[in-house]
């Protein structure tokens, strides 16, 4: 009986000894949102491609609001234009942009893809300029010879005015300060080696969008109003998880998915990132 107490006793002391040397996480994932913030905070201009692809469950609402956006070209443009049913089913949908950004914010987007969108549209640059004029965004169609001058308050440009990298961030803090945000390890995306973050939400009927820090991410006061119906869209999809992808390396976000459901509902990548390698030359309107 002796013996047995001895190995137990040398038993727990083994296990508790592995527990102590078992390497806790280094980093924390509020350790890992602020320096993804701070990153950002440093960085002068960038461009990537941004991959998104789901299911179109909401899409008849966005298609409805992408069809004032395209009508309002195609009469600019004096062309008709056809668009894209959908049915609102659970039917995956693609697009692709190119991003080009410089701050304090100077915003240009090129369609490459989008399946809800009318050709009207493919490999149109749509351009922010916001120090030159706040309150103007630009068009440049395959189908016009120059670029069609638009108001952002009365033109809805489809979300493009908020299409930064920085709108990846702030719906970061938005769904951080709204759910449980687990630190879910390390694990590779697009090849690269990043930080995993998991957020759930145990009760959206608490859901409460955040003010964001306008100031600090120079954000114009003109589109602010778009922010914030962006960080309040959330509790319409009512997700049952989020999960980034944050590089070990510069802490940029690359990778984004949602679930619903515990099913997979959307995500977006982005690829072929350059940073400070624009100059106010690379956002012709033209």
């Given at each position: 009986m002796k013996t047995m107490r001895s190995a137990l006793v040398m038993l727990l002391a083994v296990a508790a000894l592995a527990w102590s040397a078992a390497p806790a996480s280094a980093i924390t994932a509020d350790e890992v949102i602020k320096n993804a913030v701070d990153a950002y905070m440093k960085l002068q201009s960038y461009s990537y491609t941004n991959n998104k692809e789901g299911l179109d469950t909401f899409a008849k609402k966005?298609?409805?609001?992408m069809q004032e956006t395209n009508k309002g070209l195609a009469d600019s443009a004096g062309v008709k234009v056809e668009e894209k049913k959908t049915t609102g089913a659970d039917k995956m949908t693609y697009a692709m942009y190119n991003i080009k950004f410089a701050k304090p914010y100077i915003l240009q987007m090129q369609i490459l893809r989008l399946d809800l969108a009318p050709d009207l549209v493919l490999k149109g640059k749509f351009t922010y300029n916001a120090a030159k004029d706040p309150k103007t965004w630009w068009a440049k169609l395959a189908v016009t010879p120059t670029p069609l001058k638009r108001s952002v308050k009365k033109d809805d440009a489809s979300g493009f005015l908020t299409m930064g990298w920085d709108g990846f961030l702030l719906d970061l803090q938005n769904f951080a300060?709204?759910?449980?945000?687990?630190?879910?390890?390390?694990?590779?995306?697009?090849?690269?080696?990043?930080?995993?973050?998991?957020?759930?939400?145990?009760?959206?009927?608490?859901?409460?969008?955040?003010?964001p820090d306008f100031a600090k991410f120079k954000i114009p006061a003109d589109i602010q109003h778009l922010v914030k119906e962006n960080l309040a869209d959330p509790k319409e999809?009512?997700?049952?998880?989020?999960?980034?992808?944050?590089?070990?390396?510069?802490?940029?976000?690359?990778?984004?998915?949602?679930?619903?459901?515990?099913?997979?509902?959307?995500?977006?990548?982005?690829?072929?990132?350059?940073?400070?390698?624009?100059?106010?030359?690379?956002?012709?309107?033209?």
């Open positions: 966005q298609a409805s609001k300060a709204n759910g449980k945000v687990k630190y879910a390890g390390t694990a590779k995306a697009l090849g690269v080696e990043c930080h995993v973050l998991e957020i759930t939400f145990p009760d959206w009927n608490k859901f409460k969008p955040i003010t999809k009512k997700y049952s998880s989020v999960k980034y992808w944050i590089t070990k390396k510069d802490f940029h976000v690359i990778q984004v998915e949602k679930y619903r459901n515990g099913k997979f509902y959307w995500r977006d990548t982005i690829t072929k990132i350059k940073i400070n390698n624009l100059k106010k030359e690379d956002f012709s309107t033209k």
